[in-house]
């Protein structure tokens, strides 16, 4: 017979086992923390092995400086920081991981450890992050590339999302130290390029953007009589770069989309399609593109939803988002329209609607590469100062010179006249 006091032992012994199994699983954050100042020397050792000294975390945003040499022999080789310092930070399955990442003078990954996540795998398959090899693939790699699974480095099998978080999560990281602390590296360049080209639009309104007509709204009858007044409105954007994409819908809902059409889609411009009214009736086959007069259905492959608008500047001006996969021989540097087939049969475009859509030139620079005019200005050598002079007084001689003829044919005419 089970006594009373056996009861309430048992009770307790579950009220312990309760209470470390919570701690365990459901305060890893604090365990991290007290786990990573104890080895700390050694993390930092792991994803930087030629320091042989560091700083404390200091600086905005923080970092750690990494050293070779002793006292005034000693060298700065690099540093060390923590995702969670530099956000928003990627979300992964079940949350944020935590990634330790070493950097060095040249924006070279030297290392990656993964500090802290809860990722569901954890359960059952342990410290998959830091035990599959996967985090390897970073060492080596610069800021400036992509670092995307599938395309750049391999994924963790059955770990799609997490990987994608990973990679995402600590290339947006490194490249937002670079600018605070490798402001003349190539990555930094390019990255303060990206703010200069976008500011104008970042500066506009969701009415502004429509105004300025980098986002254009198609409406959509629903019926194959066109007659149909309530019906389907489609706000159309490029969104074919990660900077637009968490601009217009939010960085949680960019890195969605992409990662969802990371496994669909293998080439392409991406376009944002903000939908208003009745948006069950959208039928993607009915979607396409169409440039010097040749038509590009649209695959229901290239089309993923992209959010309900709850973020960016499409915040409160669109039901529900998808991201539109252009075919890849439209050429995004010249006019093309978007349609929508109103045709009995879908996909037929025997009858539709249609909005014509030209990519501005500052993003044509950005998503393309291409310097702008005060870019190559700016960026010239000194040494090519005197050979521009030169160009510029030539020209200006001969626009003088064009002046002086036009006035003494002028008044040559009047003469005879």
């Known amino acids: 017979m089970i006594t009373a006091p056996q009861v309430r032992n048992s009770f307790r012994l579950l009220v312990l086992a309760g209470t470390i199994l919570g701690i365990q699983f459901f305060t890893p954050t604090l365990l991290a923390q007290s786990q990573g ?45 923590t995702t969670p310092d530099y956000p928003p930070e990627e979300t992964g399955y079940s949350g944020t991981i935590d990634l330790l990442v070493g ?44 670092l995307l699974p599938g395309q750049d480095i391999d994924g963790m099998s059955r770990a799609t999302i997490t990987s994608w978080a990973v990679a995402r999560g600590l290339r947006n990281s490194a490249r937002r130290f670079a600018v605070a602390y490798l402001p003349d590296s190539a990555v930094a360049i390019d990255v303060q390029e990206q703010t200069d080209a976008l500011q104008s639009f970042q500066e506009m309104s969701w009415s502004e953007l429509v105004q300025s007509g980098y986002v254009k709204e198609m409406e959509v009858p629903l019926d194959s009589t066109g007659t149909d007044t309530a019906g389907l409105t489609l706000s159309i954007a490029y969104m074919g770069h990660y900077r637009l994409g968490e601009l217009l819908i939010g960085a949680a809902d960019y890195s969605n989309a992409d990662r969802t059409a990371s496994g669909m889609v293998a080439d392409g411009h991406m376009m944002l399609l903000g939908l208003r009214g009745r948006t069950s009736q959208l039928q993607q086959l009915r979607l396409g ?106 020209l200006a001689a001969l626009a003088l010179g064009l002046r002086v003829a036009q006035l003494v044919s002028r008044r040559s005419q009047q003469a005879n006249d």
Request: glycine fraction near 8%; aromatic fraction near 8%; proline fraction near 4%.
């Open 37 to 81: 100042q104890r080895i700390k020397e050694a993390l930092l050792q792991e994803v930087m092995t030629v320091a042989e000294s560091f700083s404390e975390k200091r600086g905005t945003p923080p970092v750690i400086e990494a050293y070779t040499g002793q006292d005034e022999n000693r060298e700065l080789v690099g540093y060390v920081l």
């Open 103 to 146: 950097l060095d003078l040249m924006g070279n990954i030297t290392g990656v450890k993964a500090l802290d996540y809860q990722e569901s795998h954890r359960l059952v398959r342990g410290d998959f992050i830091n035990e599959s090899g996967f985090l390897q693939q970073f060492v080596g790699r610069n800021l400036g590339d992509e």
């Open 289 to 394: 593109a169409m440039q010097d007069d040749v038509l590009y259905p649209n695959t229901e492959d290239r089309v993923v939803f992209a959010g309900t608008g709850n973020d960016g500047k499409i915040k409160d001006q669109a039901q529900l988002a998808v991201a539109l996969f252009l075919d890849p021989a439209i050429d995004i540097a010249r006019p093309f329209s978007l349609l929508y087939d109103t045709s009995s049969r879908a996909g037929d475009f025997e009858n539709y609607v249609g909005v014509e859509y030209h990519v501005p030139d500052e993003i044509i620079n950005l998503v393309l590469g291409r310097p702008s005019i005060v870019a190559a200005v700016t960026d010239t050598d000194d040494s090519n100062w005197w050979g521009i002079g030169v160009v510029l007084l030539i």
